[in-house]
């Protein structure tokens, strides 16, 4: 059933997360954060970001309350939010298109180190023309723009109840269809029709909004970073369905695996490996520990020894909140794990040329471990029946 989706937070959220950031300024000797990217601003707002047609900014001072300069289209959004320094124009306007309100509220920052933090680094963008930020860089005086994707992950990845409570609703709707794939998949459906149908109970069951990757081969698909296609699933593939579920911003991230008629000995085998190694992940996962730990440990399930090849993808996991976000779960990450966290575990194998197998589970840490926010899957691949259901 579709249900109303719950946004916000209470102000008391949005404040706390304030007085976090200007802590770490504090630390960091900054006056200051500038904001520009739809997520940033988001997240100490409650309301969207811009568009490439019209930009949003946000600061966030050292000291005091945030200030919003926003289209004047946007005011009455930001309006509903906490926030009552609001400041407009009128956009699209090519010529000035915030950049004369932003120099200002900059300029008028109370100054005591001249540096002020943007969205400059790790797994951050700006949500402005490089055009447009070097006109406000260079009308700026006494103030240097600084890189602070580290402070502003340092707030992120840390997660209060009230987000956990949001992405544990988002696994949930998620993890309402996966039980369902059973009764709504069958021999000779394309993965297209398969990720429609997908999509559309995703929404039913009161997502936000509703993505997810579904691809099929025999034995496993032999890539999943593109979309579905017209391809008909047949007895002897394995279909991987990953869920992007967005229940009040916040989502989730996290697949399971069907075998569809009767599967090979070698892939029931790679999926009994893939299971295990999932399992050491969540068990290393614990505060204190370092994300390559977990990689390592779960490496050690996976491989002979050579750890090349199951780094080739990046990482077995990630950190997630109002999108995938870091930490990877990578060798080399040397991000601590701390209470409050969200990973998503994801070991991955390829146990034969050109079939894959990966199997993801998401945790938040807590103060003695882990706890799964996702229903754990069985170590017995789900299967697809050859005979459609009546």
């Known amino acids: 059933m579709i249900s109303n989706v719950d946004r916000g937070f ?8 304030v007085e976090r950031a200007q802590a770490l300024m504090a630390e960091e000797k900054l006056d200051g954060l500038f904001l520009t990217s739809g997520d940033n601003i988001r997240y100490f707002s409650g309301s969207f970001g811009g568009s490439n047609t019209r930009p949003c900014f946000m600061l966030v001072p050292a000291v005091g309350a945030p200030i919003a300069i926003v289209p004047a289209l946007r005011e ?26 932003v120099v200002a509220a900059l300029t ?4 005591r180190f001249g540096r002020v933090a943007a969205e400059f680094g790790l797994e951050m963008r700006i949500g402005l023309p490089i055009l447009q930020l070097n ?3 260079k009308r700026l005086s006494g103030v240097e723009l600084v890189d602070g994707s580290a402070l502003l992950w340092a707030l992120r990845m840390i997660k209060s109840d009230a987000e956990v409570a949001k992405i544990q609703r988002a696994t949930d709707i998620a993890g309402a269809v996966f039980v369902q794939v059973p009764n709504f998949v069958h021999i000779g459906d394309s993965e297209s029709t398969i990720h429609h149908r997908f999509r559309v109970r995703l929404l039913e069951e009161g997502a936000s909004e ?7 081969g025999q034995g496993g698909p032999s890539y999943i970073a593109e979309g579905a296609r017209n391809r008909q699933i047949s007895d ?3 279909l991987f369905i990953d869920a992007g579920a967005a229940y009040g911003d916040y989502v989730c991230d996290y697949n399971r695996n069907y075998q569809v008629g009767k599967a090979s000995d070698a892939l029931l085998f790679a999926h009994e490996r893939i299971w295990d190694a999932n399992e050491v992940g ?15 440990e779960m490496a050690k399930v996976l491989s002979s020894g050579h750890r090349g090849e199951l780094n080739k993808n990046g990482r077995m996991g990630h950190g997630l909140g109002l999108q995938v976000e870091p930490p990877s779960i990578k060798v080399g990450d040397n991000t601590l794990l701390k209470p409050g966290m969200v990973l998503c575990i994801e070991p991955a ?3 034969e040329p050109g079939k894959l197998i990966i199997h993801e589970e998401t945790v938040v840490i807590t103060d003695d471990g882990a706890r799964l926010l996702t229903q754990r899957a069985p170590k017995q691949l789900e299967q697809i029946s050859l005979e459609r259901s009546i």
Do not use: K, N, Q
């Open 236 to 238: 002897g593939d394995l």
């Open 210 to 216: 509703a993505s997810l990757t579904c691809r099929a």
């Open 10 to 17: 209470p102000p008391a959220e949005f404040e706390a997360r």
């Open 282 to 296: 969540l068990r290393a996962a614990v505060p204190g520990v370092t994300a390559g730990h977990v990689f390592e």
């Open 349 to 351: 194998l390829e146990y």
């Open 108 to 111: 008028e920052l109370p100054r």
């Open 76 to 101: 009455g959004s930001m309006r509903d939010t906490w926030i009552t320094d609001i400041r407009s124009w009128p956009s699209p306007c090519p010529e000035d298109d915030g950049t004369t309100s």
């Open 135 to 137: 006109e406000i860089v």
